[in-house]
């Protein structure tokens, strides 16, 4: 089993930042392709960012893209987001999530396609 952990969310003000962080523990068998996603109140969860095994790929929604930044240490089995110039609309629940399929260069975007899930860390930010 795989254990995902996040934190570094909380309550900051609109265009602040915020770095989450997200250990992997357990049976890893190796790097595999993390995914950040966040979900709000009343809607489906979504695609934010996503890093490939290796950390030489990267993925980043339109929507945060200039302000997030995917990365990992692979040595600390730990995948960041950081996150800038932060909007009152990212204000969700942020969730990683570990990708064991081979899904070829690409990085999923479906949740469905990520097998293991941490139990996510609020992000708010207040206008």
């Known amino acids: 089993q795989v254990q995902l952990v996040e934190s570094g969310g909380g309550l900051v003000q609109a265009g602040g930042s915020l770095r989450l962080s997200c250990v992997a523990s357990?049976?890893?068998?190796?790097?595999?392709?993390m995914g950040w996603f966040r979900q709000a109140p009343g809607k489906e969860r979504e695609f934010v960012a996503g890093?490939?095994?290796?950390?030489?790929?990267?993925d980043v929604v339109d929507f945060v893209k200039g302000r997030f930044t995917v990365s990992r240490d692979s040595a600390k089995n730990t995948v960041y987001l950081q996150m800038d110039s932060l909007k009152p609309e990212d204000t969700a629940v942020y969730y990683c999530?570990?990708?064991?399929?081979?899904?070829?260069?690409?990085?999923?975007?479906?949740?469905?396609?990520?097998?293991?899930w941490g139990q996510g860390t609020q992000v708010t930010v207040s206008s």
């Open positions: 999530g570990q990708c064991i399929l081979n899904t070829g260069p690409s990085i999923p975007r479906a949740p469905n396609l990520y097998t293991y």
């Open positions: 890093i490939s095994s290796s950390g030489g790929r990267t």
């Open positions: 357990g049976r890893t068998f190796g790097p595999y392709t």
